[in-house]
């Protein structure tokens, strides 16, 4: 064979041979990718198994996994999504779930099962994951770091859960994120600066966490943004100018936060913003004249801030639906609105607003009470009312009568026009609002009669019409078809009888009318209260003489016994005519001669049974008419009087039935011992008394301007009382105890000092009035007493003993002080001060007041520590009120720390500074002085 031959045998040969040993490794390959696979998705099909989650399947062999409920493969059998909404059982837990067995799922929605357990740092495995949702479960622990390598990941949701921590700043990695929601955590830390880089994002949703800091500038980057949701958590600092750079945005919310500073006027530039919430913050300054700009605004929130000025008239460019301002400080008048919108919702309560026109066209809810409206009924009402269902314009300065047109708000289901001074009678075309359900017009000056026709309103379910003049008998019966379960009468001029709407009422008030006739057997548990100051009324009541019978045969025996006695009663009449006049001669000489000093002055010859002056009280007061009536204590009412003299007092006067029991007696006659032996300028001062047997009074230096209590919680009023008057009525109450524990002997215990009990005069000076619980103590008699005072008031260690000393005293007066500075009791603040440790003085001072300049600020911190230190739990820990009362007189400034440094909680446990811990340091006045940076 040639040589050349044998050669390209041997390479055809070797030449197959690479062959079949190529092809042999393909296959081997190919068998091993093969084999690979299957053993993934084996994995894949054992972790979805051992999972528990479809139990019902969990015993076949041969079920393809990718056929489970909410599972979808991939063309080779791969898992991509997963899908058990709300599916599971709620004691489940997310680790039965092996994620890291799923290398190409996309999308994970194990939201609304309430899965308990944490977050696996494996979730970082899912590199090819676009959708996760855990929302709406019980998940613990923190958010792993290797959230960041899930850098393909468009929405991301684990809203309501119990994830803490901060937010890891390796969220910045996430650059295709357009959705991003943690809300209802308990988040802690600052946004990490680092969320600059999501520039993608359109949804950000942080609501109801404990994150904290400034809001960072960077968000300005976040240019898709169109939902920034920060509610609800701790931001402070000064909202960022930078927000404005975020135009596509359609929803701002920084409420309940800390936030201060103005509103910035760069919010003007958000052109597509259809709702802007910052209400509960710390906001001042006015509204900028740029909200004018948004005009697809529909929401605008600022309630609960310190936010100044008038509404801007370009508000009007805005198509808003909720304006919501209330709980602020703006003045001026409201401006012209759009009037082409329905349904909507403006609250503008507790501003000081003086007036304005409002169209109601389209309005549904509209709320000015406690403002300063002033004069006639405002021009709040026109034609085409049909939203109408909320009118509140209670507590203003309203005058004038009810219009009639208030019929036409056919829809109105809430009227309040309470605490005005709003006249004439009630229109009977109110009836026409058929679907009233509450009406509110007491404190006014209406007369007349209560409608008719009010009783046909199928709906009405509460009425207060106390503290009028109204006349006239009651229109509703028994069986009348609207559902009442609320009825205040009281104070007023009603008379006939008391109708039976005890079939649905649960409150009732008929007190101080005219009402006759039996009280209805319905009303047999209600208190006798309800009824007082009815003097014709009989029946099972307590206190109430039982009612005549009127059935034929008693009558005829009454008759029969009047035949009998009426003589017998005219012949003794006529005995006692005859030496009345006998005793008339006797005492006429003396009678004209006391005249003419009685006209002079009245007090001058006033005696302990008031005959002489019991005429022109009788007089003064149209014999205790309710049109005097200023308020109702705890054992009497209260009237204002004019005498001959003119001279203005108030009387306080027991009820009727109330005189008859000895406690009210033993405690009439207590506040007369009390008030004759003590003089002081901030003691409210006693001119006279009667002790007559027909009626028993005190009577008084009138205050003008009420109570504490009330003038705290009356908007307007407490406005007025600024930060320097609240220090002076402190002082005044501090000096007055001081001279009532230690200037007189015995000491003099008063036991209920409240803001009820704290009256001011027409210059706002505090005056401590109601002595009737008040005791004198010395050595001689025993200190075991019932309980006496205040709910909210009373020291805590009266719950245990009944030993009376003056630091029960002290005790309340910690409480008074610190519901002057807060402009409302503090019984919250003090149940959480344990709990809080971040509760700064800033934050519980009054809201409605502007922040207390340099100088004021340091009265204020010093009232402060004096109030905690009042509030001590062991009595003998507290300062006795002369040591109060001689710190007050250092005229020294303490040297503090700025209001917002100052956290309450160490305000209260480091007051020792002040007073030690004992009353060793009663003597030593002055000591706060000498201490800085409480």
Same mark, same amino acid.
């Given at each position: 064979m040639a040589p050349s031959v044998s050669i390209s045998i041997l390479i055809v040969a070797l030449w197959v041979l690479y062959v079949l040993m190529h092809s042999t490794t393909i296959v081997i390959a190919a068998g091993s990718?093969?084999?690979?696979?299957? /053993?993934?998705?084996?994995?894949?099909?054992?972790?979805?198994?051992?999972?528990?989650?479809?139990?019902?399947?969990?015993?076949?062999?041969?079920?393809?996994?990718?056929? =489970?409920?909410?599972?979808?493969?991939?063309?080779?059998?791969?898992?991509?999504?997963?899908?058990?909404?709300?599916?599971?059982?709620?004691?489940?837990?997310?680790?039965?779930?092996?994620?890291?067995?799923?290398?190409?799922?996309?999308?994970?929605?194990?939201?609304?099962?309430?899965?308990?357990?944490?977050?696996?740092?494996?979730?970082?495995? =899912?590199?090819?994951?676009?959708?996760?949702?855990? /929302?709406?479960?019980?998940?613990t622990g923190k958010l792993p770091p290797s959230f960041g390598n899930l850098t393909r990941l468009v929405k991301f949701d684990i809203s309501s859960n119990s994830i803490n921590g901060s937010i890891p700043k390796d969220l910045g990695n996430l650059t295709n994120l357009t959705h991003f929601s943690a809300q209802g955590?308990?988040?802690?830390?600052?946004?990490?600066?680092?969320?600059?880089n999501l520039t993608r994002l359109q949804v950000f949703d942080i609501s109801s966490n404990l994150v904290s800091g400034s809001i960072p500038n960077g968000l300005g980057n976040l240019k898709n943004l169109l939902e920034l949701r920060l509610r609800d958590n701790k931001f402070t600092g000064a909202i960022p100018s930078a927000l404005g750079l975020l135009t596509n945005l359609s929803i701002l919310d920084l409420s309940f936060n800390k936030i201060n500073g103005s509103i910035v006027p760069e919010i003007g530039?958000?052109?597509?913003?259809?709702?802007?919430?910052?209400?509960?913050?710390?906001?001042?300054?006015?509204?900028?004249?740029?909200?004018?700009?948004?005009?697809?605004?529909?929401?605008?929130?600022l309630s609960g801030n310190q936010i100044s000025g008038s509404i801007p008239v370009h508000i009007s460019n805005c198509s808003l639906l909720y304006i919501i301002f209330s709980h602020n400080y703006l003045t001026g008048s409201i401006p012209f609105l759009n009037s082409s919108l329905s349904f909507r919702r403006i609250d503008l309560s507790y501003n000081s607003i003086s007036g304005g026109e409002i169209p109601l066209t389209g309005i549904g809810f509209l709320d000015v009470s406690y403002n300063n409206f002033n004069?006639?009924?405002?021009?709040?009402?026109?034609?085409?009312?049909?939203?109408?269902?909320?009118?509140?314009?209670?507590?203003?300065?309203?005058?004038?009568?009810?219009?009639?047109i208030i019929g036409q708000l056919t829809y109105l289901e809430t009227l309040s026009l309470s605490w005005n001074q709003i006249s004439g009678a009630i229109p009977k075309e109110i009836a026409d609002c058929k679907s009233l359900s509450e009406l509110e017009l007491s404190h006014n000056h209406l007369t007349g009669s209560i409608p008719s026709q009010i009783s046909d309103l199928q709906f009405l379910n509460a009425i207060d019409q106390s503290y009028n003049t109204i006349s006239g008998e009651i229109p509703f019966k028994q069986g009348d078809s609207q559902p009442l379960e609320f009825l205040d009468l009281s104070c007023n001029n009603l008379t006939g009888n008391i109708p039976d709407l005890s079939a649905s009422i649960k409150e009732v008030n008929f007190s101080h009318n005219s009402f006759h006739g039996q009280i209805p057997d319905g009303y047999l548990n209600y208190a006798p209260s309800t009824f007082i100051g009815n003097k014709d009324l009989c029946g099972d009541v307590k206190g109430f003489p039982p009612c005549l019978p009127s059935s034929p045969s008693k009558s005829r025996s009454i008759v029969h016994q009047i035949k009998f006695f009426v003589p017998l009663i005219a012949f003794t009449m006529f005995l006692l005519l005859g030496y009345f006049f006998h005793s008339q001669c006797r005492v006429r000489k003396m009678s004209s001669e006391s005249r003419e000093t009685k006209n002079g002055d009245l007090f001058s010859i006033w005696n302990y049974d008031g005959k002489i002056a019991f005429e022109d009280i009788i007089e003064a007061t149209e014999d205790f008419d309710i049109r005097y009536c200023i308020g109702t204590g705890g054992y009497g009412s209260v009237y204002k009087a004019q005498l001959p003299t003119g001279k203005v007092v108030a009387l306080k006067k027991l009820h009727r039935l109330e005189a008859e029991d000895p406690n009210f007696d033993k405690s009439f006659r207590n506040e007369v011992k009390i008030l004759t032996e003590i003089?002081?300028?901030?003691?409210?001062?006693?001119?006279?008394?009667?002790?007559?047997?027909?009626?028993?009074?005190?009577?008084?230096?009138?205050?003008?301007?009420?109570?504490?209590?009330?003038?705290?919680?009356?908007?307007?009023?407490?406005?007025?009382?600024?930060?320097?008057?609240?220090?002076?009525?402190?002082?005044?109450? !501090?000096?007055?105890?001081?001279?009532?524990?230690?200037?007189?002997?015995?000491?003099?215990?008063?036991?209920?000092?409240?803001?009820?009990?704290?009256?001011?005069?027409?210059?706002?000076?505090?005056?401590?009035?109601?002595?009737?619980?008040?005791?004198?103590?010395?050595?001689? !008699?025993?200190?075991? !007493?019932?309980?006496?005072?205040?709910?909210?008031?009373?020291?805590?260690?009266?719950?245990?003993?009944?030993?009376?000393?003056?630091?029960?005293?002290?005790?309340?007066?910690?409480?008074?002080?610190?519901?002057?500075?807060?402009?409302?009791?503090?019984?919250?603040? =003090? !149940?959480?001060l344990s709990s809080s440790q971040s509760v700064m003085l800033n934050e519980i001072l009054d809201k409605r007041l502007p922040p207390p300049n340099r100088l004021v600020a340091q009265d204020v911190f010093l009232v402060a520590a004096i109030s905690f230190a009042c509030l001590r739990a062991k009595p003998k820990s507290r300062p006795t009120m002369k040591s109060v009362s001689q710190e007050f007189l250092c005229h020294k400034k303490p040297i503090m720390n700025p209001l917002h440094a100052v956290s309450v909680w160490q305000l209260r446990n480091q007051e020792s500074y002040m007073f030690g811990e004992s009353e060793t340091h009663s003597e030593s006045p002055c000591f706060l002085v000498e201490k800085d940076n409480v």
């Open positions: 990718v093969a084999a690979s696979n299957s /053993s993934a998705l084996e994995l894949e099909a054992k972790a979805l198994l051992e999972s528990g989650w479809w139990y019902d399947y969990s015993n076949d062999p041969s079920l393809n996994h990718c056929n =489970l409920d909410g599972i979808i493969c991939n063309a080779g059998g791969s898992v991509i999504k997963i899908d058990r909404r709300g599916m599971l059982n709620y004691i489940d837990a997310i680790s039965k779930l092996n994620i890291s067995s799923f290398p190409n799922l996309v999308h994970l929605d194990l939201s609304r099962n309430w899965l308990k357990g944490s977050i696996s740092v494996e979730i970082g495995t =899912l590199s090819k994951l676009t959708h996760l949702d855990l /929302s709406l479960n019980s998940l955590n308990p988040l802690i830390g600052e946004l990490p600066l680092s969320l600059a530039l958000l052109k597509n913003l259809l709702k802007l919430d910052l209400q509960k913050n710390n906001l001042t300054g006015p509204i900028p004249l740029s909200i004018g700009h948004l005009t697809s605004l529909q929401a605008l929130y004069g006639s009924f405002p021009n709040l009402i026109v034609d085409n009312m049909e939203h109408l269902y909320y009118f509140n314009l209670s507590n203003n300065k309203i005058v004038g009568h009810v219009p009639s003089r002081h300028r901030n003691i409210v001062k006693l001119h006279g008394y009667c002790l007559h047997k027909r009626c028993m009074f005190l009577v008084y230096e009138y205050m003008e301007r009420g109570s504490l209590f009330c003038v705290l919680r009356n908007n307007a009023e407490a406005v007025e009382l600024d930060w320097m008057k609240r220090v002076n009525i402190i002082k005044s109450t !501090t000096h007055a105890l001081s001279y009532m524990h230690h200037e007189g002997v015995p000491i003099i215990v008063h036991r209920d000092i409240s803001s009820n009990n704290i009256l001011l005069n027409s210059e706002l000076e505090a005056f401590v009035s109601d002595f009737g619980t008040a005791r004198l103590l010395d050595s001689d !008699t025993s200190n075991q !007493t019932l309980i006496a005072g205040t709910y909210g008031y009373i020291a805590p260690e009266l719950a245990y003993t009944m030993k009376v000393t003056e630091k029960s005293d002290v005790y309340s007066f910690g409480v008074v002080a610190l519901e002057i500075l807060m402009g409302r009791h503090p019984g919250e603040l =003090l !149940t959480s």
